[in-house]
């Protein structure tokens, strides 16, 4: 989402109102785009029924027009569009309750593992790829970028399955889920301990597989602006090594990493699917999968909607840091 | 810097053979596989990997290395111990099972293999008792298949896209762009499984390879159509161009001539980035069963075994498929950066 | 050399004239809703004499450029006439304009922005034949020898990528090209600046050559009056859009009347010299 430079908007809140439609009608295209898809879908919940002798081809069109299944798309849609409004999101047939209640719960475990992992992970990159950034070409930069490769070359799945072997082997944690049976019985200070050993793996593996690719474009933006004259001429007022990197170099190169920031938000709900399903963490992952087995439509197109809707805030999130950061961008447009 | 272009020259060619000797193994996995992928051995369940001695129990020198026939344990269920009564030598193009070299050319030869009744499994078995190395084999055509047509899907929207909205500019360019950007923000694996549950879940093989490439290849036309599209925006712009149409050269023509050449180097980049992440995508379909299903092996559904815990916890071979993938997207990512360097130095 | 063309001139029918030519820019302001126009050209009436050289000088930004670009149908403009071979043109659809594309050539500049690098010497002057024409890849090969013979670019070249070449010779390319399809009109425009002074006459005695062998008619567009008043048969000045001078060369040097001619010949070169060495030596 690049700002548009020929606009004549100069105040940063009618640059947000104007994100903020724009998210809309994102929300409004991915609504529709699914809406179409699941038309094109042969099949629903109700085919393994049909399959059943013991359920007749009467009862399970009643059910298919009890749920509204059997009417055309766009009275569907709009069908849809009214339970949004009402708070409802739709209705899950495979648990018997609307999909906003369903949905509340897994985006929550899903928002407390992506936003730690995103933030260890950049908490980790940001010094390390600026340390690097500086030592360009040494022992320590090349040796970065060794590991930096491997590590991409290891792909999530392999990572989450690696991990898991090893807590289990070492017994050294908690497997599965995201807290221990007997968990109500526990005090609170256990609470947040079982919470947080659960956490580990799956937050582990979001942060490997996210580290490779912020360190490199950490290094590459810094080593660019360490090129800058203002730093040489820093450098020349005798200011020190570690201030010269983060209080000067680093704010610079900001600009481009918020903008990776916003991003990245979308890589890190990929990966996060795949790492709730593997270690059983309940968000929306396996939500989706569960979903897609059992062709609950609203489940699918309810997932598919927040997980866009985070996206759209992670890059709403991006703009209003750049705007903070980049004095630039207040000061010319918006 | 001179040292640092022929150094990444020297890793580019190292990656590229070792890339090409790869496919070209798993081309001729009928070859190189001492078994077929379907063949069942009931009583040898979750055997370890055999492995290869050269020194036997007398204490001998072999030079030709040998495996001792695995027997299960009478105690315990899937232990297993090596009957060192008899050796069983390792032979090199050995004759086995029929199968076709590349799918049409019927052979029987296999790259090595021992003699009845002893099995040599490289990379142990499974629950079916079926060879692990083999089916890694024959898995990786499918889904390095898959991942190459896919990056070809990918690379020709992308192509096409990029040309017409950098060529044309106007509106054109503005709603192509804007659409791009959609698909770059979207979480692909979220909306890779959606598109999935809203296609029929049950069909033939064949037909789910082919709707696994489409989709998973639609999905990515936007990175590289992006780069098309900046390198055509700038091509067209040159005064060269103007001179052609001052001839009277045809759009087609220009972008023959003038504008495509450029944007060739790019291509090969994004197709070596592409792949791996192509293969990855068709290996967590396979994963959760949404892709490539029994009995056919892709590397997705043989990890899917790890899924159960005692499998997991048990059995360290069936990771095997996970370093297969490793080695692909090592491979294609050094060569990718390799690549890049080389082009940026301007010596391509 | 200015009465004798100066009475052709009567005789013969212009090769290219324009009436009352216009041409608008819209450009915005940055970061704001609201646009000016640039007057490009206004109320330009300009005629190409056939056979001759004829300048067209003025500082940047008087619209030379725009004219040319007009003039060789790359743009349109947006009020007035252009005439050539008997046909109001200002007005032709593409694939109307398209058998004339050939009978005007331009020659840029910039040398080597206007050469594809990845082509050779041969192929750059084989396009505009292989797209006009369908002839045998030996024939055209032919042809660019001999085109590149015509230029004084050694035929041993043929396979060196412009890169490889200096600003004159790169010139001497682009203008090889330029006359591959026998146009009838050549553009140039300002061509020979970013030339050193022996190179700016060596390619002037080679337009003149090209003039005479070809019956060529060239446009020479610059912003350097005493460099082209060597060569040109008629000079026309322009100034904020508007030719404020035209007539004979030796008349504008003579006895220039609006005070722009006067600022542009204040600066005079010493180029005579150069001038007759490069013409004494023959090709460079």
Sequence with gaps: MMPSMTSGVKSPIRYLERRAIHALLLLLGASLLSFLFSSLAPGSFFDEMKLNPQISPETVAALRAQYGLDQPLPVRYVRWVKSVFRGEWGYSFAYNQPVRSLLMVRARNTLLLTTLAMALAWLIAVPIGVWIASRRGRWDDQLASASTSLLLSVPELVLALGLLYLVIRTHALPVGGMVSTGFDRLGSWEKVRDLAAHLIVPVTTL???????????????????????????????GIGRSRLLF???????????????????????????????????????????????SRDIYVVIGVVMASTMFMILGSLLADVMLLVADPRIRTDHA | MKTRKKNSKKRLIAAAIFLLALHLAILLAGFVAPYEPAVQNRDFPYVPPTRIHFIDARGHLH??????????????LYEYTEARDQEFPVRFFVSGSKYKIAGWMPSHTHLFGVNAPAQVFLAGTDNYGRDQFSRILYGGQISLAAGLLATTVSLLLGLCLGCISGFYAGWIDESAMRLAELFLVLPWLYVLLAVRAFLPLHISPSQTFLLLVAVIGTIGWARPARLVRGIVLSARSRKYVTASRGFGASDAYILRRHVLPHTYGTLLTQAALLVPQYVIAEVTLSFFGLGLSEPKPSWGNLLANLQQYNVLVSYWWMFAPALALVLVSLGYLTVANAFHQQLQSGSI | MGTEAAATRALQPALMRTRGLGKRYLQRTPFSQQSFAIAALVNVDFEIAPGCLTALVGESGSGKSTLASCLAMMEKPDSGEIWFEGNEISHWSKRKLAPLRPKIQLVFQDSAGALDPRFSAAQI????????????????????????????????WANRSPLQLSGGQRQRLAIARAIALKPSLLILDESLSGLDLSTQAQILNLLLDLKAARSLTVLLISHDLSLVGQVADFVAVMHQGRIVESGSTRQVLASAQHPQTGKLLASVRVLEAAFQTARAGGRG
Excluded: K
């Design chain 1, 207 to 237: 942060v490997l597989a996210s580290l490779p690719i912020l360190i490199r474009h950490v290094r590459a933006s810094m080593m660019e602006v360490l090129q800058a004259p203002f730093i040489q001429a820093a450098r020349g007022h």
């Design chain 3, 125 to 156: 002057i084989e396009e505009p034949l292989e797209i006009q024409r369908r002839e045998s890849r030996q024939a055209l090969r032919a042809r660019a020898r001999e085109l590149m013979e015509e230029v004084g670019l050694s035929p041993d």
């Design chain 2, 63 to 76: 030079l030709r290395p040998f495996i001792y026939q695995a027997v299960a344990r009478a105690d315990s």
């Design chain 1, 247 to 293: 209080c000067y170099a680093l704010p610079a190169a900001a600009n481009p990493l918020i903008s990776l920031f916003g991003l990245s938000v979308a890589g890190l709900l990929s990966g996060s699917l795949l790492v709730e399903v593997i270690t059983g963490w309940p968000g929306l992952g396996p939500l989706l999968l569960e979903a897609c087995f």
